[in-house]
Nanobody
């Protein structure tokens, strides 16, 4: 089965930066990130296709950048100008092209606090 392993989470002060990474056992058509804050639903953050097409939720546009290393089946999320509202568990997601089957990582905690 497909395995996704996230890393790079941690504690940062407002305005700081973090870089998340997710290493997959194989590439998928779409790879990206979702996040879930305490007491909230899991929300879309950003995705990127194998051809380089990206999509971002409005709240992170201009602050977060998604990228992929296709050769290493890895997706990254560079997070800048972090806000307390960005605090959440961030989950890596990968989706197949035809059946749109979803695979999920275990999550990595991001905490933005002064």
């Amino acid at each position: 089965q497909v395995q996704l392993v996230e890393s790079g989470g941690g504690l940062v002060t407002p305005g700081g930066s973090l870089r998340l990474s997710c290493a997959a056992s194989r590439n998928m058509f779409i790879m990206g990130w979702y996040r879930q804050a305490p007491g909230k639903q899991r929300d879309f953050v950003a995705t990127m296709t194998t051809s380089g097409r990206t999509n971002y939720t409005d709240s992170v546009k201009g602050r977060f950048t998604i990228s992929r290393d296709i050769a290493k089946a890895t997706v990254f999320l560079e997070m800048n100008s972090l806000k307390p509202d960005d605090t959440a568990v961030y989950y890596c997601n990968a989706q197949t092209a035809i059946m749109k089957t979803d695979y999920w990582g275990q999550g990595t905690q991001v905490t933005v606090s002064s």
